[in-house]
């Protein structure tokens, strides 16, 4: 009597899936304040040094008389943030691998795929900051025409108590959405990558915004979670970043551990 032909399994038909719960955002977040609180000095100065950056580029915008792309600016800030975490990611692998945490080894890492490839990354990265920032400009421009940019202390009752200044408000978040939106996918994975794996630019872009696709509840999570955060250091005048900065930098480590390909 013959046996019955063995039947191959079917493929995944996402094979990016992890079936990840939403809450797996937070055991993220929890191993990412374990990496930071062993050896918390280099995270701590780390996170220190990209609050005094944030600081001398605010006022610097303030002196020369661009307070009106303040805000795109801060917004722009979670474009590039990832870029400047890398020194963050870098501990994690140390911590990850037993070896020697120090803050020399998170400035200058030894990536997988070479610096020209994170180079590359982060310009394009910076030059969707410097995208966004000049679409804010123009939707300014598009409801307001040629009226001066009143100043921080009057640009909430001009945008709240007009009816221009809140149709403005709904367009700008509808645009701002789409730039949050396409940056977070490209960028959430795409350094970590690029620090343990051997790839280019453009490839490791595309792979986070896969990942994210096919893993978006969790993601979608994750993301909210990173918002919070920078709204709770924008509150704090940006002194929060010399926490919550090195904290997500941790734990995005620990989500490219979670989603990445095999």
């Given at each position: 009597?013959?046996?019955?032909?063995?039947?191959?399994?079917?493929?995944?038909?996402?094979?990016?899936?992890r079936d990840l719960p939403p809450a797996a955002a937070l055991d993220w977040?929890?191993?990412?304040?374990?990496?930071?609180?062993?050896?918390?000095?280099?995270?701590?100065?780390?996170?220190?040094?990209v609050f005094l950056l944030s600081l001398a580029i605010t006022l610097l915008?303030?002196?020369?008389?661009?307070?009106?792309?303040?805000?795109?600016?801060?917004?722009?800030?979670?474009?590039?943030?990832?870029?400047?975490?890398?020194?963050?990611?870098?501990?994690?692998?140390?911590?990850?691998?037993?070896?020697?945490?120090?803050?020399?080894?998170?400035?200058?890492?030894?990536?997988?795929?070479?610096?020209?490839?994170?180079?590359?990354?982060?310009?394009?990265?910076?030059?969707?900051?410097?995208?966004?920032?000049?679409?804010?400009?123009?939707?300014?421009?598009?409801?307001?025409?040629?009226?001066?940019?009143?100043?921080?202390?009057?640009?909430?009752?001009?945008?709240?108590?007009?009816?221009?200044?809140?149709?403005?408000?709904?367009?700008?978040?509808?645009?701002?959405?789409?730039?949050?939106?396409?940056?977070?996918?490209?960028?959430?994975?795409?350094?970590?990558?690029?620090?343990?794996?051997?790839?280019?630019?453009?490839?490791?872009?595309?792979?986070?915004?896969?990942?994210?696709?096919?893993?978006?509840p969790v993601m979608l999570v994750w993301g909210a979670i990173v918002l919070?955060?920078?709204?709770?250091?924008?509150?704090?005048?940006?002194?929060?970043?010399?926490?919550?900065?090195?904290?997500?930098?941790?734990?995005?480590?620990?989500?490219?551990?979670?989603?990445?390909?095999?």
């Open positions: 009597m013959s046996l019955p032909p063995v039947v191959p399994p079917l493929p995944r038909l996402r094979p990016l899936a977040l929890g191993a990412g304040w374990r990496d930071l609180m062993q050896a918390p000095g280099p995270s701590l100065v780390y996170g220190l040094l915008m303030v002196a020369l008389g661009l307070d009106y792309v303040m805000f795109p600016a801060l917004a722009g800030f979670l474009v590039c943030a990832p870029t400047l975490a890398l020194g963050l990611y870098e501990k994690s692998r140390l911590i990850e691998t037993g070896r020697r945490v120090s803050l020399a080894r998170m400035i200058w890492p030894a990536p997988a795929s070479g610096r020209a490839h994170l180079l590359f990354t982060g310009l394009l990265l910076c030059g969707l900051m410097l995208l966004w920032m000049r679409a804010a400009v123009i939707l300014y421009a598009l409801f307001f025409g040629l009226h001066p940019f009143p100043g921080l202390d009057h640009i909430a009752p001009m945008l709240f108590s007009t009816g221009t200044g809140l149709a403005m408000l709904v367009v700008g978040s509808l645009v701002g959405g789409l730039f949050a939106a396409f940056s977070f996918a490209i960028s959430a994975f795409s350094i970590p990558m690029l620090l343990e794996r051997r790839s280019d630019a453009l490839t490791a872009m595309g792979m986070s915004w896969a990942l994210v696709w096919n893993n978006l919070a955060l920078f709204l709770l250091s924008l509150a704090t005048g940006l002194l929060g970043l010399i926490v919550t900065f090195p904290w997500l930098g941790h734990a995005t480590w620990h989500a490219w551990r979670a989603v990445r390909p095999e």
